[in-house]
């Protein structure tokens, strides 16, 4: 069964600063799909960014970027020019490519919370 | 693109009491329907998941079952509430379409049993 580790529960950033979210995946897939998602608050989750596994280059949205290390199963998040806004859980998920209909539940790490120092 | 709708937003019940949660779809049709549930300050627990009308997959057994009795209509419900029954539930949806680009997220069922 695939697992995705989150191993660090809590972190903190000052504000304007760069922080960088540690996620590993256990998977024996080839092909797949890896996510950030944000839960404020409010507990809506937000999606942060994605990664298709059979695309090398690193996606970025913004000030979010990702290190994707397919070999070593590594999924990190880097946060540049923190804002008091980025303060909330994230939780870095996995869920399989092919299969569908079934087998593409998502699944999800337990989360680190993130803290801005103004 | 499309919306899930939950309902209620919070609930609070005594033990030993029935439960049921709704999740509809609007703006697609024919999608994966999935009910996680997450305990405080923990991540999201995969509960059951569903391809279509009638077909429910259990993750992991105990006091809730689903159902789906319409393809936009996705139901979680139990017959007598436990105080571990407490938690944050989400209903998400997943489309063929939308594969790699993330669920669908409702607003999610804050669930207090008393």
């Known amino acids: 069964a695939q697992t995705v580790t989150q191993s660090q529960p809590e972190m903190s950033v000052q504000e304007a600063e760069t922080v960088t979210l540690s996620c590993t995946y256990d998977?024996?897939?080839?092909?797949?799909?890896l996510f950030w998602y944000k839960q404020p608050p409010s507990r809506q989750m937000i999606l942060v960014i994605r990664?298709?596994?059979?695309?090398?280059q690193n996606a970025t949205e913004n000030r979010f970027s990702v290190n994707f290390q397919k070999a070593a199963k590594s999924f990190s998040l880097k946060i540049s020019d923190s804002q008091l806004g980025d303060a909330a859980m994230y939780f870095c998920a996995y869920t399989r490519s092919g299969g569908w209909p079934n087998n593409n539940d998502m699944r999800f790490g337990a989360g680190t919370r993130l803290t801005v120092k103004p | 693109s499309q919306t899930i709708h939950q309902w209620p937003a919070t609930l609070v019940q005594p033990v030993g009491s029935p439960l049921s949660l709704e999740c509809t779809v609007e703006g697609t049709s024919n999608p994966n329907l999935y009910w996680y549930r997450q305990a405080a300050g923990r991540g999201l627990q995969l509960l059951f998941y569903s391809v279509g009308i009638g077909q429910i997959s259990s993750e992991v057994p105990q006091n809730l079952s689903a159902s789906r009795p319409q393809d936009r209509q996705f139901i979680l419900s139990s017959k007598k509430l436990l105080l571990s029954d407490s938690g944050f539930y989400l209903c998400a949806g997943y489309t063929r379409l939308d594969r790699g680009k993330g669920y669908t997220f409702g607003s999610g069922t804050r669930l207090t049993v008393v």
């Open positions: 990664q298709e596994a059979y695309k090398q």
């Open positions: 998977t024996s897939e080839s092909d797949y799909y």
